[in-house]
């Protein structure tokens, strides 16, 4: 075994079914673990010494086997079109090597109770004919021939005795009040019940090794730590040296457990702990679809396989566990190691040698996350700690633990560069968690056990939260804008079609309105077609920006008119089904667009020469759709628009997603940014666009607006900006306020205002309603600019824009 992966349960974690058993065998493959081994029917009949039938059960393997949603059931030998399967569901574990006892139907005869049964059932088996299965499930099965049970995946092993109809191969002998059929030495399993079994003398034993009378055949010495601790399973890497090994009763006092999600429990050595720094004293023994039964302060010894399981797998980096676990309590009420106190993380992130990091010996002193490593499976303590990740609907939320580092104007943590990684963050998940906004604290300790995960990889596992303090975050509302101004918005609405909740288009109109204060033009991202996800070849958007408008106006904003063209089926990316699209609102009483026929999915627009101007040959149309550079991707959607006489030039954009790229935290150090080549190529085509523009109009006015999933400092935004003839409003404000967007702890931008640089007097604001807190209507914030466009001439500019200023005074 190298790794474990488990699937995706949406909202409730991960399992993995076959790290407790193998794959459902039909009857003809034989069990390689838990079997049928004796079958005894005449219990308290005639003559028969013992009072109560049974079935006894055995495991075969090295690893225990849980029983949990199994049965065992009984159908009659010769059954008839009425005859029903009877049913006895099963609870529990069967140790390796050991057997389970399950009693059925009493009689009134006999004279010798069975020893304590580990499940009981109301069963009447017969004591002559029949045929018992053991069964995945606790539905009644349906089968009642051999062909039948044999194609049910269900069965897991199956034993006709007597003149049974249903069985493997041929059927045991007929037993008799005073014989049972007893799987023969070695517990082989042919699927022939013939050849398997033998009938005699019943000898019903229970997982304790119990037969009647009390008596004990194999009485277990007291147990004993084995030869494994805890940072000989860790070592002093990232993988255990003892990956896919079994340990034998591993020591260790419980600090935690888990009983949703990814259930098990966490267990610390408190008495054999090495002096090494870099191996952690603690581990996750992982019970997949049981729910652990220790509790915390029980002093266990823990047998099972190590396995290194990888959340999300690919790129990711993995939780050490125990797995397939059998567990033997000692003793209960144990203290609990106190928690290490983690502060001020070491300033270096991880090492980044080229390549995998996981083989590498740990620096704890070094790199902050070689120390949560190093911590893995331990209970630590944080203190005090300031939310800079809101907290979402799985439980989640982000602290800084290194309280000074890069905080941003509202209480975050700014990223401002690939080497400036903010290494103090880390995720806490908790069930309950309070509704948490970022530059909340959490006072006092925070206690809990550190593991690796998928979204976000170290994790806190609370067990003791600190207390929620809010720092009574509010959403902001831009400046008004000035009558001279024309304003534009960019807004990533999050996958919006008319299916979504009222209250959805609501609080998007809301914030439009009231925070945005209605601007005249609004470039809109993840506008979905009209059944959304439904993937029907429907690509039509209409009711989606009707409904959107609608609430527009409900709330007290203008009759947006809207532009865009739909995509080609399937060609855009986004949710499979939805046609995700960018487009325009603009407000008819501020702002004309100037149409222009031809635009569609397919055909690019061009810009051309009218009355020495620039203008472009459709509009709205879709820049250079063909190109390799968007495919499976948003095209980006150019308009031309009048306000006050001067045209504008308004780019809609998406770029491609950052989907593939190597996780910040992952193995792979530095991480691949792999889907960064694409947005350098979707640069390239809309800065030479613009070059168009300004080769035929260098005064022209261009604006460039959208989600364009990157950074302010990434090669993408480079590729337009670098030679200074757009500027990037982004890097106008001051360090701490360059972000619309939260991801993981850190405060950033992917969205982005663009402008050419004749456009010299602008207002520029992230209007912050989104991204920082944990009730969102998207999980991008808006940005707006209120800007005077030019006339195309400098001297004529300082005349308008003084007059202009006149008029706004005269205004107000």
């Not at 944990?774 to 007059?803: C, E, W």
Request: aromatic share 6%; proline share 7%.
């Amino acid at each position: 075994m190298e790794e474990v992966l488990r699937p995706t349960l949406p909202g409730v974690g991960t399992a993995v079914a076959a790290l407790v058993f193998a794959a459902v065998p039909a009857v003809a493959a034989p069990s390689s673990d838990a079997l049928i081994s004796e079958v005894y029917g005449g219990g308290g009949n005639s003559g028969a010494t013992l009072k109560q039938d049974f079935v006894e059960l055995a495991n075969k393997s090295a690893s225990a086997i849980s029983l949990d949603g199994y049965s065992v059931q009984y159908i009659s030998a010769t059954p008839g079109a009425t005859t029903q399967w009877s049913v006895t569901p099963l609870a529990g574990s069967i140790a390796p090597g050991k057997t389970f006892l399950v009693a059925e139907a009493k009689g009134t005869g006999g004279t010798v109770d069975l020893p304590a049964p580990d499940v009981v059932g109301t069963i009447a088996m017969g004591g002559t004919n029949g045929t018992i299965a053991l069964v995945n499930g606790t539905e009644a099965l349906t089968c009642k021939t051999a062909a039948d049970c044999a194609a049910d995946s269900r069965v897991k092993d199956l034993v006709g005795f007597g003149t049974a109809v249903v069985r493997e191969g041929t059927a045991t002998g007929a037993l008799s009040n005073t014989t049972s059929a007893s799987r023969k030495t070695g517990l082989a399993d042919t699927d022939d019940n013939g050849a398997d079994f033998t009938v005699g003398n019943p000898t019903p034993t229970n997982s304790k090794g119990e037969t009647p009378g009390g008596g004990n055949p194999d009485p277990d010495p007291d147990p004993v730590p084995g030869d494994k601790r805890i940072h000989d399973i860790q070592g002093v890497t990232r993988i255990s040296p003892l990956l896919g090994q079994k340990v034998t009763n591993v020591p260790g006092v419980v600090t935690g457990t888990r009983a949703t999600g990814d259930r098990g429990f966490w267990i610390q050595d408190v008495t054999g702990q090495d002096s090494d720094p870099r191996t952690s004293e603690g581990v996750f023994v992982y019970t997949a679809g049981t729910a652990p039964t220790v509790a915390v302060g029980d002093n266990v010894l823990v047998s099972g396989t190590i396995a290194e399981y990888r959340p999300g797998g690919g790129s990711k980096q993995t939780l050490t566990e125990i797995t397939v676990p059998t567990t033997i309590t000692l003793s209960k009420g144990n203290p609990v190691p106190a928690p290490v106190l983690v502060k001020n993380l070491p300033q270096g992130y991880l090492p980044a040698p080229g390549g995998d990091i996981e083989q590498l010996p740990l620096e704890p002193q070094t790199y902050a996350l070689d120390l949560l490593e190093s911590l893995e499976g331990t209970l630590v303590q944080v203190d005090d700690v300031r939310v800079v990740g809101p907290s979402t609907e799985f439980g989640e939320v982000w602290v800084t633990i290194n309280p000074n580092q890069h905080p941003t104007v509202r209480g975050g943590t700014i990223y401002t560069g690939y080497d400036q990684p903010n290494n103090g963050r880390l995720k806490i998940k908790a069930t309950p968690l309070p509704v948490s906004n970022v530059g909340d604290v959490y006072a006092g300790a925070t206690v809990g056990a550190i593991e690796y995960t998928d979204f976000g990889g170290y994790t806190l596992a609370a067990l003791k939260l600190g207390q929620h303090v809010s720092s009574n975050l509010q959403r902001e509302i831009t400046a008004q804008q000035k009558e001279s101004e024309l304003s534009v918005a960019t807004y990533n609405v999050e996958n919006l079609d008319p299916a979504d909740a009222q209250a959805k288009f609501d609080r998007l109109a809301d914030g439009v309105v009231t925070n945005l204060r209605s601007p005249d033009v609004v470039v809109l991202e993840e506008i979905q077609d009209n059944n959304g996800t439904v993937n029907d070849g429907t690509v039509a958007a209409d009711q989606t920006l009707q409904k959107f408008t609608d609430a527009i106006v409900a709330k007290g904003g203008p009759r947006y008119q809207w532009r865009q063209i739909d995509p080609e089926n399937g060609k855009d990316g986004g949710q499979p089904g939805g046609n995700i699209r960018v487009g325009f609102f603009f407000n008819p009483q501020r702002v004309s667009f100037v149409d222009r026929p031809g635009g569609d999915f397919k055909t690019p627009v061009e810009v051309v020469k009218k009355h020495g101007r620039a203008a472009l040959s459709v509009s709205p149309g879709r820049i250079d759709p063909l190109n390799d550079a968007w495919q499976d991707s948003r095209k980006p959607l150019a308009g031309e628009f009048k306000f006050r006489g001067r045209t504008v030039f308004v780019v809609a954009n998406h770029f491609a997603s950052k989907g593939g790229d190597d996780a910040m935290h992952g193995r792979t150090q530095p991480p691949n940014r792999s889907s960064e080549v694409q947005r350098v190529k979707q640069a390239a085509a809309l800065k030479a666009f613009t070059e168009q523009i300004r080769a035929i109009d260098k005064g022209a006015n261009v604006v460039l607006a959208g989600d364009l999933n990157d950074y302010q400092f990434s090669p993408a935004l480079k590729t337009l900006t670098g030679d200074g003839n757009l500027k990037a409003l982004i890097e106008t404000l001051p360090v701490n306020e360059r972000y619309s967007y939260v991801f993981e702890g850190n405060s950033q931008t992917l969205d982005h205002l663009v402008l050419s640089k004749n456009i010299t007097r602008f207002g520029y604001d992230v209007v912050r309603i989104n991204a920082e807190f944990s009730d969102q209507a998207s999980d991008h914030d808006p940005q707006i600019v209120r800007a005077r466009p030019s006339t195309g001439d400098a001297n004529i500019d300082k005349i308008v824009f003084a007059l202009e200023d006149i008029l706004d005074c005269l205004k107000k």
